[in-house]
């Protein structure tokens, strides 16, 4: 009843002898939406691959609605297909168009029938603004088209939580907009979403919680409010400020 | 009677080039995909038949069996033995394409769900094998001459014929030669104009390796 929809437990994870992550800890319940920041290279990343296993971590637990993403013997390929990622870079599918990218997933990994997935497709390209774009393939998209694609097909799998990494660092300004408002819609219909981002207008605007982390852990979390206003350690204040004023957008 | 031998010919190209094709496509895979034990067969495999002259491999194939007692036909072992040449040099081909993708690529379809096995065949390979074509054209016009080889262990194929018309009228044989090259000048410009073709019919906007080109030119 009140397990949490994640569970996430100990992670640690080395590169060479860089310890980019050292014991994060942190819980995710249904709905919520949480935003990890932090200067980079400190691990926010590798953090949300280790979530669904794109990047094993040395130690530590994941757990999916009480199953044990991290386990050895996890079905894995389920797993990952009930949690959505959507990539900096977007990473469609070059050789497929809009409808391909988003119907892959239903008919290759849950065997949906052709029909089915592509008016599955549809339904969810329509969702994000991009009905009229379905027989377009990826280079013929702008990068906020592309990302808006990326979501949906990631919503095109049913996901239960979707992980968003820098999903709007890699978008020219004037683009970044149209994902964040299909990002802030989600989160409003009650989609549950980690999302690595710097854009405080999102986090203030929808997160339930935001989680700073520095050096490989977690230094502070609390929802925006208390985060802004009063934080408990200098660094999470002095970061917050720098990034306000960075991306010049204090409320939304 | 020339015309006629150019079809085996071409029987052999397209037969050795199916087992080429396939062959390299798994070599390839497996060099990049197959992690230890299995990248370092495909890599001695690939090693083995590129280095091995395809008239000795022909040989060896075509003799070998008899030494122990087993026969196999002239068009099955030019099939076997100028496949398994090409196959070495196509599944580099492959390994080239597969690699110049990104590795995003694979990381989204794994993180869908999808099965290394299903990313490779519905991700990877779509891409790789479409930007292989410019390449795999090279290769096809090399081994479009190497059906001549099959020659040696008895093949009907066409040089043997002219060499036949030759024995019998030698003042033909000049005539019967110069066939034989004009016979291969039209087979490898009809055999690039359709991977031309089919470059261009598999041709997704984005998804190509030709540089740069102003709009309109091509």
């Not at chain 2, 034990?37 to 002259?53: C, T, Y």
């Not at chain 2, 000795?56 to 099939?79: C, D, H, K, N, Q």
Request: glycine share 8%; proline share 4%.
């Amino acid at each position: 009843m009140n397990t949490p929809l994640l569970k996430v437990e100990d992670i640690h994870k080395r590169y060479g002898n860089e310890e980019v992550l050292r014991g994060v800890s942190f819980e995710v319940n249904r709905g919520e939406t949480k935003v990890f920041i932090g200067p980079s290279g400190t691990g926010k990343s590798t953090l949300l691959r280790c979530v669904n296993q794109l990047t094993p971590p040395d130690k530590g637990q994941v757990f999916l609605e009480g199953t044990e993403v991290t386990h050895h013997k996890s079905d894995i390929n389920r797993l990952r297909a009930s949690i959505g990622f959507v990539f900096q870079d977007f990473n469609l599918f070059a050789h497929l168009t809009a409808m391909q990218n988003v119907s892959i997933g239903p008919s290759k990994v849950t065997r949906m029938h052709k029909e089915q997935a592509q008016a599955r497709a549809l339904a969810e390209l329509e969702r994000v603004g991009l009905g009229d774009k379905a027989n377009a393939y990826p280079a013929q998209l702008s990068g906020g088209q592309q990302q808006r694609v990326s979501i949906a097909r990631a919503l095109a799998m049913d996901p239960k939580l979707i992980l968003f990494d820098e999903p709007t660092s890699a978008l020219d300004p004037e683009l970044i907009g149209e994902v964040l408002e299909v990002m802030i819609e989600l989160a409003r219909e009650g989609m549950t979403m980690l999302c690595v981002t710097h854009e405080m207008g999102f986090a203030r605007s929808v997160a339930n919680e935001i989680i700073f982390m520095e050096h490989g852990v977690i230094v502070e979390q609390g929802p925006p409010q208390q985060m802004f206003t009063n934080p408990q350690h200098q660094r999470t204040g002095e970061f917050l400020r720098k990034i306000s004023e960075l991306y010049g957008e204090t409320e939304k | 009677m020339l015309l006629k031998a150019a079809l085996l010919n071409v029987e052999l190209l397209l037969s050795l080039l199916a087992v080429g094709f396939v062959v390299g496509t798994i070599v390839a895979v497996l060099q990049v995909y197959g992690g230890r034990v299995l990248g370092v067969l495909a890599f001695v495999f690939e090693w083995v038949f590129r280095s091995i002259p395809p008239l000795v491999l022909l040989f060896l194939v075509y003799f070998g069996p008899e030494r122990f007692g087993l026969s196999i036909s002239r068009f099955l072992s030019a099939t076997i033995a100028l496949g398994l040449c090409s196959s070495g040099y196509q599944s580099q081909i492959f390994r080239g394409a597969i690699q110049s993708i990104s590795s995003g690529q694979m990381m989204a379809a794994r993180a869908l769900g999808m099965s290394r096995t299903c990313a490779i065949a519905s991700v990877i390979l779509p891409q790789a094998l479409r930007l292989s074509i410019p390449g795999w054209s090279n290769e096809f016009s090399g081994v479009m001459k190497d059906t001549t080889l099959a020659y040696v262990v008895g093949y009907n194929e066409l040089l043997r014929s002219a060499r036949a018309i030759m024995d019998r009228h030698y003042d033909a044989a000049m005539l019967s030669f110069l066939t034989v090259a004009i016979i291969f000048l039209v087979l490898t410009y009809t055999g690039n104009r359709a991977l031309g073709w089919l470059e261009e019919r598999t041709r997704i906007p984005g998804l190509q390796v030709a540089g740069w080109s102003e709009e309109g030119h091509s």
